[in-house]
């Protein structure tokens, strides 16, 4: 396992807010009254995404999930409601919190009694399509309907224990192991690639992306749709491993940098890169984004891109694979004494 080298590391992380504990929602304090204006913006997020042309690229378990979850397009859910619709499926609850990006620590040890947090705070109008804080919709739309299904709560679960006994440098690596899996990774299903992350789904910006890569890979004959689709993002990857290097490095420069910290500059910033680099914008670099194949010595290190739109999702062929990655890293750290 590559471990990164430079220090102060950057992680990527929304500085954490200081919020008075007093503020906390206790167990009595769990709902809230929404705005007639909140409920406007829900309805307009769930809308947006809730699209057949979108949804077809999403994964079959996120909409056997929604149908589960039975959220209502018009309000936003209570959370018992929520609970009412996960709890008997996976066992996991979820908690209101009033911290807008809980520090991960605090973050896992929830986790670890099976309980998501769910923010009080949604996004504005203007951030309709991309907001870099995860919000209630993110966590209620994104996530949530994952969580009524048990191969979701048994990935979900993978992390916690890990994570409490990990050293810094490990930390970093699982925050990022979550990062381009449950957040912001793909999935092979019936030989397609399909959007698995619950910051893709929810963020109409990053979701397009997405799709047009889809769309571009075949186009433009990077990926041959009638053969199997992961061998070859794998074959299309090794090809490419010396430019991909160079620009991984170059994320992390541009990190480092400051230059990934906005929506305007993220993907101009990753384009300059690439003329910089001498890399040319086709076949496998021709999109917005480039798909790799899920392998943790690579995500190890690339830093989370929240301000911004993300360089690079990784892609595994089934959730199965997906969870005996996960697994080769995660389980020793767990089982440390
Ligand atoms: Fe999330």
Not at 173 to 196: C, H, M, P, Q
Request: proline fraction near 4%; charge should be negative.
């Amino acid at each position: 396992m590559q471990n990164i080298q430079e220090k102060p590391r950057y992680t990527g992380d929304i500085a954490e807010e200081v919020r008075n504990r007093e503020q906390e929602y206790t167990a009595v304090t769990q709902e809230i009254t929404f705005s007639d204006e909140q409920h406007a913006i829900w309805a307009e997020l769930f809308a947006g995404i809730h699209q057949p042309q979108l949804l077809e690229h999403i994964c079959g378990e996120f909409m056997i999930g929604l149908e589960r979850l039975q959220l209502d397009p018009q309000h936003i859910p209570t959370i018992t409601h929520l609970n009412e619709h996960i709890e008997p499926h996976t066992g996991w609850r979820t908690e209101r919190t009033a911290v807008r990006y809980t520090k991960a620590e605090d973050w896992y040890r929830k986790f670890a009694q099976r309980i998501f947090l769910v923010t009080d705070y949604l996004r504005s109008r203007e951030q309709i399509k991309f907001t870099p804080e995860p919000d209630m919709f993110h966590d209620i739309f994104g996530h949530l309907p994952y969580l009524t299904m048990d191969f979701y709560a048994r990935i979900e679960e993978k992390f916690a224990p890990a994570f409490l006994k990990a050293s810094d440098d490990e930390r970093e690596v699982i925050k990022r192991l979550a990062w381009y899996s449950t957040e912001f990774g793909l999935v092979v299903e019936d030989n397609r690639l399909k959007i698995f992350g619950a910051g893709i789904i929810s963020g109409r910006g990053e979701l397009n992306n997405t799709i047009m890569e889809l769309y571009r890979l075949d186009r433009d004959g990077v990926v041959n749709t009638n053969e199997p689709v992961y061998a070859q993002i794998c074959e299309q990857f090794e090809r490419h491993k010396a430019d991909v290097d160079r620009i991984i490095d170059g994320i992390n420069r541009l990190h480092r940098q400051g230059q990934m910290s906005s929506q305007e500059q993220g993907w101009n910033v990753i384009r300059t890169l690439y003329d910089e680099l001498g890399i040319d914008h086709s076949g496998y670099f021709g999109g917005e984004v480039l798909l790799a194949p899920f392998e943790i010595d690579y995500i190890a290190r690339i830093p989370k891109t929240v301000y911004a739109f993300n360089p690079i999702f990784f892609v595994f062929e089934s959730f199965d694979r997906l969870a005996e990655r996960l697994d080769s890293y995660l389980q020793p750290i767990a089982h440390r004494r």
